[in-house]
């Protein structure tokens, strides 16, 4: 039977200094406050240096994961798009190829490279926090927010060859690696250090043969909360009517001059509209902080800060309809970091899908 570990979004960080590599504790609620100048003490030197993604250093030293003999023992997860993961082949979707040309304009030799990586990269698995912020990672930075998303439980093989000492991946090849390279090291599984999601614990790149069986349910899953609280909605029709008392004030009174700027750099965007008053973002704000403290309370402040950017605000032009719509489908995701007991029951009652060899 795989063993679980324990799973919390409340996690703190660890930063190795970059002038005398000491590895400093860095509490969650200290790496939010201070992301804006990116400045930190070592308690070593004393010196400020830069903390974040590119000196996070391994935060649990108890990790089953550093034993090697140990990783084929232990649960790994993974989120993706696709319900037949891990496919024996896939290719680059034509929506990605299609933003590559027309969006980001990549020359075609540059597509071409992306292309022969992307089919054959290794397979990446990580903790369950790891795999729940890869979604959210993939929400908000690759369109993917109305995208249908499955979490994947894997079993790996019990005979596999892990190597016998974990990355960086910052300083290592680790996350961008193909199962080419694991091949030609004589690896089937190598471990890292993760730089993106869950900073600081272990993922996997592995080759697909290291898999032995898979589960997978589709997310959000259903039925982890409690229906709105009467209060709740409440409270939501008070900031929806908010937005629309300042918006119709607003339609009867001429520009400032600041909205005279701001309307004006919304055109050179090719933005039509006159840009909402601000008192109207301030508004949606305050109605976003209030949902996430419905719904994610004991989560961390940066991974909140992360899953609000992940799903996106509710809109000026919105209804209570739609306001509903927006709360239930946060209330469903955010039950993924605060309900993860539930999630992990859910999987107990799906089949194991054996992996077939390619």
């Known amino acids: 039977m795989l063993r679980e570990r324990e799973i919390n979004f409340t996690y703190d960080y660890r930063m190795r ?25 070592c308690s070593g030197c004393r010196e400020d240096f830069n903390f974040g993604p590119k000196v996070i250093d391994l935060r649990d030293l108890e990790d089953e994961a550093l034993d090697a003999t140990k990783v ?6 993974h989120t993706t798009t696709d319900p037949e993961w891990p496919r024996a082949s896939w290719t680059l979707p034509d929506k990605e190829l299609r933003h590559l040309r027309e969006t980001a304009c990549w020359p075609e030799e540059q597509i071409e490279r992306h292309r022969r990586f992307y089919e054959n990269q290794a397979l990446h698995v990580g903790t369950y926090e790891a795999a729940i912020e890869s979604m959210l990672r993939r929400m908000e930075e690759q369109d993917d927010r109305e995208s249908v998303f499955y979490l994947h439980r894997v079993r790996l093989r019990q005979d596999i060859r892990v190597a016998p000492d974990w990355r960086d991946e910052n300083h290592e090849q ?16 190598i471990r890292y250090l993760n730089a993106h999601e869950a900073m600081g614990s272990i993922s996997l790149a592995l080759v697909r043969d290291a898999t032995a069986s898979t589960q997978q349910i589709r997310l959000p899953v259903p039925r982890l909360v409690d229906p709105h609280s009467e209060a709740t909605l409440a409270r939501m029709r008070s900031y929806r009517k908010g937005v629309g008392e300042i918006r119709e004030a607003a339609a009867g009174r001429a520009l400032s001059p600041l909205e005279k700027l701001r309307q ?14 601000i008192e109207v973002h301030g508004v949606l704000s305050k109605m976003g902080h209030y949902v996430a403290d419905q719904y994610l309370a004991g989560v961390s402040p940066v991974v909140r800060h992360d899953f609000l950017h992940a799903i996106g605000g509710p809109n000026a032009e919105n209804n209570d309809e739609a306001d509903l719509a927006w709360l239930t489908k946060v209330a469903n995701l955010a039950a993924l970091l605060t309900h993860a007991d539930k999630v992990l029951n859910a999987l107990d009652n799906q089949p194991w899908q054996d992996i077939r060899p390619a």
């Open 72 to 77: 084929p023992e232990l649960a790994w997860y």
């Open 264 to 277: 004006r750099a919304a055109a050179r965007q090719g933005e039509l509209r006159t840009p909402e008053p």
């Open 17 to 41: 200094c970059e002038h005398c590599m000491v590895s400093n504790l860095m509490t969650a609620e200290n790496y939010h406050s201070l992301s804006g100048s990116g400045m930190t003490a």
């Open 174 to 189: 680790a996350a961008k690696i193909t199962w080419m390279d694991l091949a030609a090291q004589n690896w089937d599984v």
